[in-house]
C-alpha cells in the first residue's frame, strides 16, 4: 500500500549549520506534503506545506522542495538552533475526497552546540 | 481559541478496564482524527471523522471505536484494555493544516 518513509531516522547537526531532513512517498497520486516538528512531550506542529504542483517552498528559516520523479521530499532548516532539536514528520494526504493525512515514522534532530 | 483539547493526560489501565479519551475542538472543523505514536514511532491513523455522525476506519482501528454526535467531539473508547494499546494517543482536527492536541498517554498494565 502507500507508504510514507524516511532516509534517515536520526541527524546531528552542529549549531548555525543547515540541516537537510529526507523523506520518500510512494503514493503518486498524493497532492499534499507537509512537515511537522515534535517536541518532547508536545503534539506535532505544522512547520510547512507544499502542493504537487510545486517544486519549492520557503518559509521562515526552512525550505521544502519536492521531486516529484523520484518521490522525494525534504526539509532544509538554515542556521540550525538548538531549539530546532525535535523530530521531524513528513506526511502526505491522499487524494481522496475525506482528505486523510498519512504519516512517516520521523527523523529525530539533534542540535550540538 | 484553545484549539485541540485532549483529556486526560496521563492515564494508567488494568488489562480489560474501558475509558474514553476525550477530545474537543474549538476551531470549527470538519475533520478530526486520532493517531497513536508508540515509542520511537510515527504516528497511526486510528480513526477518522469528516463531519459530525460520520466516521471510519484508518490504519490501526481495532480495539478502538470513535462516535461524533457533534462537530466539536470526537471521543475516543477504549472497551477492553490490552498492553498492546499503551502509547501516547493524539486527537487532530483540521482544514487543512492538522492542529494537534498535546496527546493522552496511556499505559495498560
Known amino acids: 500500500g502507500e507508504s510514507v518513509g524516511l532516509h534517515l531516522p536520526t541527524l546531528s547537526v552542529q549549531e548555525g549549520d543547515n540541516s537537510i531532513i529526507n523523506c520518500a512517498y510512494s503514493?503518486?497520486?498524493?497532492?499534499?506534503f507537509i512537515w511537522y516538528k515534535q517536541e518532547s512531550g508536545k503534539g506535532p506542529q505544522f512547520i510547512i506545506d507544499?502542493?504537487?504542483?510545486?517544486d519549492k517552498r520557503q518559509g521562515q528559516r526552512v525550505t521544502v522542495l519536492l521531486n516529484k520523479t523520484v518521490k522525494h521530499l525534504s526539509l532544509q532548516i538554515a542556521a540550525t538552533q538548538p531549539g530546532d532539536s525535535a523530530v521531524y514528520f513528513c506526511?502526505?494526504?491522499?487524494?481522496?475526497?475525506?482528505?486523510?493525512?498519512?504519516f512517516g515514522p520521523g527523523t529525530s534532530l539533534s542540535v550540538i552546540p | 481559541n484553545a484549539g485541540v483539547t485532549q483529556t486526560p493526560k496521563f492515564r494508567i489501565l488494568k488489562i480489560g478496564q474501558s475509558m474514553t479519551l476525550q477530545c474537543t475542538q474549538d476551531?470549527?472543523?470538519?475533520?478530526m482524527y486520532w493517531y497513536r505514536q508508540d515509542p520511537g514511532m510515527g504516528l497511526k491513523l486510528i480513526y477518522y471523522?469528516?463531519?459530525?455522525?460520520?466516521?471510519d476506519k484508518g490504519e490501526v482501528p481495532n480495539g478502538y471505536n470513535v462516535s461524533r454526535s457533534t462537530t466539536e467531539d470526537f471521543p475516543l473508547r477504549l472497551e477492553l484494555a490490552a498492553p498492546s494499546q499503551t502509547s501516547v494517543y493524539f486527537c487532530a482536527s483540521s482544514y487543512y493544516k492538522l492542529f494537534f492536541g498535546s496527546g493522552t498517554q496511556l499505559s495498560v498494565l
Open positions: 471523522s469528516v463531519g459530525a455522525g460520520i466516521t
Open positions: 476551531m470549527n472543523h470538519n475533520y
Open positions: 507544499i502542493r504537487s504542483n510545486m
Open positions: 503514493n503518486s497520486a498524493s497532492d499534499y
Open positions: 506526511a502526505e494526504k491522499e487524494e481522496t475526497s475525506y482528505d486523510k493525512v498519512i
